[in-house]
C-alpha cells in the first residue's frame, strides 16, 4: 500500500510539473510564427519595380545637368543675337540721323538743323519703347507698329531725296533705316523667346470634380 501510494503521489508531481511548465500561449505564438516563415508573401519582381522607380527618378528630377547645360547655351545664345542686333541699330541709327541732318541743313540752320532729325525718329524711339513694353506685358501693339513703319518709311524717304539717281546711290542711302527696323524687329523677338513660355512648360490645368 505504500508503495501504491508513493508511485500515486509521484505522478501528480510530474504532472503538475509539466503542467507548469507548458504555456499554451507561447507554443500558439510558435505555430502561428512558423506558419508564417513556411508560406512568404510573394514579391515583386525586382527588375520592374527598380525601372519603375527609376523613371519616377527621371520625372520627378527636371533640373538635371544636361537641362541645365541646354538651357544655359539657350541663354547665351540670345544674349549674343541681342548684342549683335542692338549693335547694328546702334550704327544704322546714327548713319540714318546723320543723312537726316544732312538733308535738313539744305534748308535750315545749322543750329536746328542738327536737332531736326529727332522730328522723325523721336516717334521711332517711343513707338519702340511701347512695343517693347506691350511685348513683355503680352499685349498688342499695332498702333506702335504703325508709328515705327510710318517713321522708318519717313526717314527712307528724306535720306534718298538728295541722293543720286543711280539704283546704287538709293540702296546706299536706303537700307540703313531699313536696317533698323529690322534690327529691331529682331531684339522684339528675343524678348517675346525669353518671355513668353513654351507650351509643354505650362502647368497643366486640373479638372476638379465639385464636391456635393
Not at 525601372?51 to 545637368?65: A, C, F, L, S, V
Not at 544655359?72 to 543723312?99: D, E, K, N, P, R
Request: hydrophobic share 40%; charged share 15%.
Amino acid at each position: 500500500m505504500d508503495r501504491i501510494h508513493d508511485e500515486d503521489v509521484l505522478c501528480d508531481y510530474e504532472f503538475s510539473t509539466l503542467e507548469m511548465q507548458w504555456d499554451p500561449v507561447e507554443e500558439l505564438a510558435q505555430m502561428l510564427s512558423g506558419a508564417s516563415a513556411a508560406n512568404p508573401s510573394p514579391a515583386p519582381p525586382h527588375g520592374r519595380s527598380s525601372h519603375r522607380k527609376n523613371r519616377r527618378r527621371i520625372r520627378t528630377e527636371p533640373g538635371t545637368p544636361r537641362d541645365n547645360q541646354r538651357s544655359a547655351h539657350v541663354t547665351l545664345l540670345i544674349a549674343t543675337i541681342s548684342v549683335c542686333a542692338i549693335c547694328m541699330l546702334g550704327w544704322s541709327f546714327s548713319y540714318s540721323y546723320a543723312q537726316l541732318r544732312a538733308t535738313a541743313s539744305s534748308v535750315l540752320p545749322m543750329r536746328l538743323a542738327r536737332w531736326w532729325p529727332l522730328t522723325v525718329y523721336g516717334p521711332w524711339l517711343v513707338a519702340a519703347l511701347s512695343i517693347l513694353r506691350a511685348t513683355v506685358q503680352n499685349r498688342s501693339s499695332r498702333r506702335s507698329w504703325g508709328v515705327l513703319l510710318g517713321a522708318s518709311a519717313m526717314a527712307v524717304g528724306l535720306c534718298v531725296s538728295h541722293a543720286a539717281h543711280s539704283p546704287l546711290a538709293l540702296v546706299i542711302f536706303g537700307i540703313p533705316p531699313i536696317t533698323a527696323l529690322v534690327c529691331f524687329w529682331e531684339i522684339v523677338g528675343q524678348v517675346s523667346s525669353k518671355v513668353t513660355r513654351p507650351r509643354h512648360a505650362a502647368p497643366g490645368r486640373r479638372n476638379d470634380v465639385p464636391r456635393g
